[in-house]
């Protein structure tokens, strides 16, 4: 769009600032200044992160001031760093930034809901960066960039340069620094684009329930009744991305959302799809978003039809596509929709215990929200032989930065007060464990119970309780056979099942010893009962 803009309020002293400029322009520069840069057949953008692949959680740092130190949840999701260091790194960053020919600057916002928006600034060496964050904020109109004003938070991307491993507090070469009273980030030593993604959900996350506002990290989507909003929350593998993408069902977003007082909303512009294995069969609507303005990263393609083989994990298994709401085929504009009817954890559970579908009471999803459970399987991770249990606080510690609790008792309020009904799916193991026996449900099976979730198919169906895990198992589900709703049923030896379930309920058990304190007598009493709880 070709704006000026002055950024003397961030220390950049660069003449050459290309702000919000076109896609094609993007593609441009990087073909001329970002090597490993190509287009593809279809016209997206082939990119490398360099030598990180994926974020870099043990480097991230948020800096403590009296403002939010009661605040933050503080631990190794949110490790604290000093205000001198920060200006150190700040420094660093912004001297490093003024030594580049040309610099993009890229003003958009977070948050669809005007009443709740924050507006972003990224500062960023590299067009990969800037378009990258093109797609992912929301795009403002020429009017809106016009009166844009200052920024209430600003991105510095010096990710080329090393953080000083001899700076107090630095663990590695990389840094990414978070400073909620002067509203600005700095990354130093990465140039995986996700951090800047992750970077501004992390500040939504913090402002947010000072609102009154639910910060979430799912998907959400809606059906041709505008009160049919679902939402689903769930770790990687566990299919948030794949069943919010319905042909049938309007998308909202697929990864980060808010819920306020007059529905929810999409905080982003764009969608960030994992593209490892990615099909037109199984993923046609992802698939066919990947065109001329989509981002690629690290994806192999032949060098000749410039066609991208997604099986190509040789650079990394963490391959992904960028590219702006759009392009999903049913996305809704804006991405605003009303209050949820139905809440949905996603979960893979390679130990084959729990149901593909149970009805979950209020308390019992507040411990199911605060566990997070998934589980990684044999072969996913060097030294993993056996089914292991992974438990991420409200489907996402990693962005966390009130203690989880806060955000469970806002959920629990949010479901009461607008009756929405809280269901567990298991996308993972049935009729045994993973490697003996087991096999992962269906997704043809699990595309029906979501669509009876979504049609109300299962709100007055029987039920049975589960031993240990205490919610309702629903004993019919159209389309999907009976017997592989009962996972005890399913197993070849019915005792095997019960001693897996043991294990798993103490897994959940000894997870959740560290909220206990924060956490009220009737949600620690809705979680599994063995041992001595039985």
């Not at 003996?436 to 119970?449: H, S, Y």
């Not at 031993?467 to 070849?492: A, D, K, M, Y």
């Not at 897996?500 to 010893?513: I, P, R, S, V």
Request: proline content about 5%; aromatic content about 10%.
């Amino acid at each position: 769009m070709g704006n000026k803009v002055d950024l003397s309020k961030q220390k950049i002293s660069v003449e050459n600032i290309i702000r919000n400029p076109s896609p094609a322009r993007f593609y441009e520069d990087a073909i001329k200044y970002d090597p490993g840069s190509a287009i593809t057949d279809t016209g997206a953008l082939v990119v490398r992160s360099g030598k990180r692949t994926g974020r870099s959680p043990a480097d991230k740092r948020v800096v403590n001031t009296p403002e939010i130190e009661k605040d933050v949840w503080w631990g190794n999701v949110n490790i604290a760093l000093d205000e001198h260091t920060f200006d150190i790194n700040h420094q660093r960053a912004t001297d490093y930034l003024n030594t580049r020919e040309r610099l993009y600057v890229i003003d958009g916002f977070a948050g669809w809901d005007p009443n709740y928006r924050l507006k972003v600034r990224i500062i960023a060496e590299r067009p990969y960066h800037g378009l990258f964050m093109h797609n992912m904020l929301i795009r403002p109109t020429a009017e809106e960039l016009e009166n844009f004003g200052e920024p209430d938070f600003v991105v510095y991307n010096a990710g080329k340069f090393p953080a000083n491993r001899f700076t107090e507090g630095m663990t590695s070469d990389a840094s990414v620094d978070v400073n909620f009273k002067r509203g600005e980030m700095v990354i130093l030593g990465t140039e995986y684009a996700g951090e800047m993604k992750k970077g501004i959900f992390t500040v939504m996350h913090y402002l947010m329930p000072k609102k009154n506002v639910l910060s979430m990290h799912c998907s959400a989507n809606e059906g041709e009744d505008p009160e049919d909003v679902a939402l689903f929350f769930g770790l990687s593998g566990t299919g948030k991305t794949t069943l919010s993408a319905d042909h049938s069902r309007q998308l909202i977003g697929d990864d980060e959302h808010c819920w306020s007082e007059d529905g929810v909303f999409n905080i982003e512009g764009g969608c960030y799809a994992k593209t490892i294995n990615l099909s037109e069969e199984k993923e046609p609507e992802i698939y066919n978003a990947i065109k001329f303005g989509t981002v690629l990263e690290n994806v192999g393609y032949d060098s000749d039809t410039r066609k991208v083989d997604y099986d190509d994990v040789s650079i990394t298994q963490n391959t992904r596509a960028s590219y702006p709401i759009e392009f999903i085929s049913n996305s809704k504009i804006p991405c605003t929709a009303g209050h949820p009817k139905n809440i949905i954890f996603l979960t893979y559970d390679a130990f084959g215990v729990l149901p593909p579908v149970s009805k979950l009471s209020p308390e019992q999803a507040m411990y199911h929200f605060i566990s997070g459970y998934t589980a990684k399987v044999a072969g996913t991770e060097v030294g993993i032989t056996e089914p292991e249990a992974t438990f991420s606080a409200c489907f996402g510690a990693a962005f966390l930065v009130w203690p989880p609790a806060k955000y469970a008792e806002m959920l629990a309020e949010k479901m009461r007060t607008h009756n929405a009904k809280a269901w567990l799916v298991n996308t993972g193991i049935t009729g045994g464990a993973y490697g003996k026996g087991g096999e992962r449900i269906n997704l043809k099976n699990t595309r029906a119970i979501i669509n009876a979730i979504h049609e109300g198919k299962l709100n007055d169906v029987d039920t049975v309780e589960d031993e240990v895990f205490g919610f309702q198992i629903p004993t019919s589900c159209p389309e999907v056979p009976s017997e592989i709703l009962q996972p005890r049923n399913s197993w070849s030896n019915a005792g095997e099942y019960d001693a897996q379930a043991e294990k798993l309920g103490k897994l959940f058990q000894k997870n959740f010893d560290k909220y206990k304190a924060e956490s009220s007598k009737e949600i620690i009493q809705a979680g599994p009962k063995v041992g001595a709880e039985v």
